[in-house]
């Protein structure tokens, strides 16, 4: 089931918007080349956001430490997070940003979990 | 006494009083100083080219803090104390660098470039923390002449009355700086010189020409009046341009000719050297084919850095014309007179210079700058207690103009 989760006009391009209506809080980013994507928006190493992070190659690296998570795959390329994040379909349709959560289980960083 | 008159000139007299040394080599004196002046003025800290993209930042000092200063990618040249919000580790720990992000290696405090705090441990489970708030402490900044300049007072002076204003007014309309077109020209050549001395020696140096004959041979052989010992700064503010010899051809370490002359500058500037101080750490010189601009960044009561920048037309620059004559002239002024000064500070904590010196005629306009220098301290009134008849008299003089 899609949810609605964001316009597409309240996305700027290079960076990521939290959503918080959804848990655990997944992030959208649109990148540079105008494509837009949504994965868990916590770093599996530690509590922070990856919306807050820097987009750039279709991967976004964690504005805490040096792991970069592909916003395609959800894989993450260097420590110090070790797991990869969850990706979610996403559709746009007019103005409207549409996600499909994973049902796979969120890999959350310790002292976070699912509310 | 009868010994204090004499060491004390009169007022009228061809010789006026200095401060006493101990203004030189006081700590106190240089804590009030970094306060009063440096923490309260315009400083003129960087090239605005040094920091080209986005993300590139460079660490500088100003009085008693450590700033930030960094391109952004929103909002132009910022600068910031060195300061993490958060338990106060400095951000930057590197002279220079360039990152996305300002990010504190303590806790990983991570910062916009713009300064916001974006990131941080936990941060998302804590919504009531301002991200403006804790975002670093900004300080202002304006750019002018290619330069940026920061000032870290609160309400900061006016940039267009002490600075702009100040420049525009001393090198007059007609003889405008505006011609020289500093803001477009480019970085030829940059020396930094770690110079003994306070910095208020070095200001009283540049702004006269009394030594001139006697330590600047090269520059006497380009600019032969200066050997009547009258600077191109002169009284009331005011310059003058210090005409070339009759046989020199530029402004070079043996008198050829320099390099493309900066095309806007108006005929009387042609043949001409202008210098002029802008308070309290900034000195430009101009000449018809570069600029030299000269920062300084005071240390302590006895060491100042000095970094002197060669400016030229931008194709001289790309084209890698020769510029080294042009460049070892002043580098030689540079050093004869940053060697005067430091053979000066060991004497300013000596006995026989307790009451200070004396300006001859073509130095009173130092005066001037001594004159400044009280009011910002704020030394109008007399200090309370003294022990230096020349201190009280040179404060006499002061209070009568």
């Known amino acids: 089931m899609s949810l609605k989760v964001c316009h597409l006009s ?4 290079g960076e990521g918007l939290r959503i918080e209506s959804v848990s655990p809080p997944i992030a959208v980013f649109l990148t540079e080349e105008g494509t837009v994507h949504a994965i868990d928006d916590t770093c ?3 509590d922070a956001s990856l919306a807050a992070g820097w987009v750039e190659d279709c991967k976004v690296e964690c504005p805490l430490h040096e792991s970069s998570f592909c916003l395609l795959t959800g894989e ?14 996403v559709e746009v349709r007019g103005d409207d940003v549409l996600v499909e959560l994973s049902q796979e289980a969120p890999n959350l960083p310790p002292g976070v979990s699912v509310s | 006494m009868i010994i204090d008159s004499l060491d004390a000139p009169l007022p009228g007299s061809s010789l006026l009083p200095t401060p006493g040394g101990d203004v030189y080599t006081d700590p106190e004196t240089f804590r ?9 003025m315009w400083n003129c800290v960087l090239r605005v080219d040094s920091l080209a993209s986005a993300g590139q930042w460079k660490r500088v000092t100003v009085g008693r803090e450590e700033l930030i200063v960094v391109r952004t990618r929103k909002a132009g040249i910022q600068a910031y104390y060195n300061v993490c919000r958060h338990r106060g580790m400095r951000v930057c720990t590197t002279d220079e660098g360039k990152s996305r992000t300002l990010k504190c290696g303590y806790h990983a405090w991570t910062y916009a470039l713009e300064g916001e705090l974006v990131a941080a441990p936990n941060l998302t489970s804590m919504p009531d923390v301002d991200r403006q708030e804790y975002g670093l402490k900004p300080v202002h900044v304006r750019e002018w002449l290619g330069y940026v300049w920061v000032c870290l007072a609160d309400e900061p002076p006016s940039f267009e009355e002490t600075v702009l ?4 007014t001393r090198f007059g309309e007609v003889q405008s700086i505006d011609n020289y077109g500093i803001e477009n020209l480019k970085l030829g050549e940059s020396k930094t010189y770690e110079v003994e001395a306070n910095w208020k020696l070095i200001i009283e140096n ?26 191109s700064q ?5 310059i003058h341009g210090a005409s070339f010899g009759s046989d020199i051809e530029g402004f070079t370490v043996d008198g050829s000719s320099g390099v493309a002359e900066l095309p806007a500058i108006a005929p009387g500037q042609e043949r001409k050297y202008y210098a002029i101080t802008v308070k309290p750490q900034m000195f430009i010189n101009t000449v018809p084919d570069h600029v030299i601009i000269h920062r300084m960044f005071p240390q302590s009561e006895s060491k100042t850095i000095v970094v002197c920048d060669w400016l030229f037309l931008p194709e001289v620059v790309e084209q890698d014309m020769d510029i080294s004559k042009s460049v070892e002239l002043f580098h030689r002024v540079n050093q004869q007179d940053f060697e005067a000064c430091e ?20 130095e009173h306009h130092i005066e001037e700058f001594h004159q400044w220098w009280h009011e910002t301290m704020g030394y109008r009134q007399q200090p309370a207690a003294t022990d230096s008849p020349v201190k009280a008299s040179a404060d006499a003089v002061i209070a009568e103009q």
């Open chain 1, 10 to 13: 309240e996305l700027t391009p």
């Open chain 1, 44 to 46: 599996t190493h530690q």
């Open chain 1, 76 to 89: 993450v390329d260097q420590p110090p997070a070790k797991q990869k994040v969850r990706v979610h379909t």
């Open chain 2, 32 to 40: 009030l100083e970094q306060q009063n002046i440096f923490e309260t």
């Open chain 2, 165 to 168: 204003g100040e420049v525009r």
């Open chain 2, 206 to 231: 540049f702004m006269e020409c009394y030594h001139c004959a006697t330590i600047h041979p090269e520059l006497t052989e380009v600019i032969p009046e200066f050997a009547d010992g009258l600077a």
């Open chain 2, 234 to 238: 002169r009284k009331n503010g005011e």
């Open chain 2, 343 to 362: 053979l000066t500070q060991p004497s300013m904590s000596s006995k026989a210079y307790t009451r200070g010196g004396a300006l001859v005629p073509s």
